[in-house]
């Protein structure tokens, strides 16, 4: 026997009221659970949040469902099966407002001063509030290896110049040694 009942229809990660035709409880439910394990699989997930938007008319089946859900087994196999299937890994990572909204969040929040500095910085920094110098310039010289030395000669002319420098140094210098 089917009977309309409704429910909500998966479009990517977000869930919208609609309407199917059911037939049987088991499908309904294994449904339900997929669409939870789906929003359980993003980073800011509250499983409250989630069962009392599935649930807006039963308060007790929603508290029941945030309760025992989040580590039901079926559940559990469901998120690692969408995990799996997961090609880039990066479909239940925040977007950059998610990211910002919570770090917003967390800073309204937060009770510690240094806490509160460092989120308020963090937010005005992922914002453009506070500009970064982006023009650094890397100046990279390149010594050679090998030094070019004149070629002195043999042994003998090579030492009767340096004798010949020596002297001259010698002459010049204000002390003797």
Do not use: C
Request: glycine fraction near 2%; hydrophobic fraction near 40%.
């Amino acid at each position: 026997m089917t009977f309309p009942g409704l429910w909500f229809i998966v479009d990517d990660t977000r869930l919208t009221k609609g309407f199917f035709l059911m037939s049987d409880t088991k499908d309904l439910e294994r449904q339900q659970k997929e669409a939870f394990a789906l929003r359980l699989l993003r980073p800011d997930a509250d499983p409250y949040k989630i069962a009392f938007d599935m649930f807006p008319s039963n308060n007790n089946r929603a508290i029941w469902v945030a309760a025992h859900w989040p580590n039901d087994p079926e559940v559990l196999a469901i998120k690692q099966t969408i995990r799996d299937n997961d090609k880039t890994g990066e479909s239940f990572l925040p977007t950059e407002t998610d990211f910002k909204m919570a770090v917003w969040d967390r800073m309204k929040r937060s009770f510690d001063d240094s806490d509160f500095a460092k989120l308020a910085k963090l937010y005005a920094e992922s914002n453009g509030f506070i500009k970064k110098e982006s023009n650094v310039t890397v100046n990279t010289q390149i010594m050679p290896k090998v030094i070019v030395i004149k070629d002195h000669g043999n042994l003998d002319q090579w030492e009767s110049a340096a004798q010949k420098q020596q002297k001259e140094l010698l002459n010049v210098s204000d002390t003797r040694h």
